[in-house]
């Protein structure tokens, strides 16, 4: 790989996600479209699933450039998302979505830090999963429960 993007970045970590959790994640978006129908939390089945955003952090020089190369820091935040309304409709004893939600967002973190920079090929020089944040969104009449995995890996950059 000549020149290792964000763009780049994005594109490898979405298809792996789709790749590694088919039964968990039912579309990636690259970046975050703001407004999710609730078709889009759906298998073709109809089962809930849940919808991952895919969103530029930061690009860093992290170390001196050359002619020939730089060394930069890449940062995604990779946002999970669940509709929690159908979860709520049922009404359930304990929040399911959460729950669910909650393994599905360990699993993700843990693909990230392990396996992913293996996809990325020879230029991820490390990567790490620092911090998780969650939130509640509302975007029309749906309860959207998210969690926003701060990916972030240091690549070497080629200039030749």
Known sequence: MADFTMD???????NALLRQFPDDI???????????PPKAFQSNRGEQRRVVAIVPSSDV???GRNPMAEIRMLTV???VMVNMTPFFEAMP?????ERVMVQL??????FLAQDVAMTLGGNVLTSKVPSV?????QRGTNAIRAAAIE???????MRL
Not at 26 to 36: A, R
């Open 8 to 14: 780049n970045l994005i594109d490898v970590v979405g």
């Open 26 to 36: 039912s579309q990636v978006y690259y970046g975050d479209v703001g407004i999710y």
């Open 61 to 63: 020089l992290d170390e």
């Open 77 to 79: 935040n990779v946002i």
């Open 93 to 97: 004893a304990e929040a399911i979505g």
């Open 105 to 110: 967002v360990d699993k993700i973190r843990t």
């Open 133 to 137: 944040q969650w939130d509640w969104m």
């Open 151 to 157: 990916f972030e890996v240091k690549v070497q950059v």
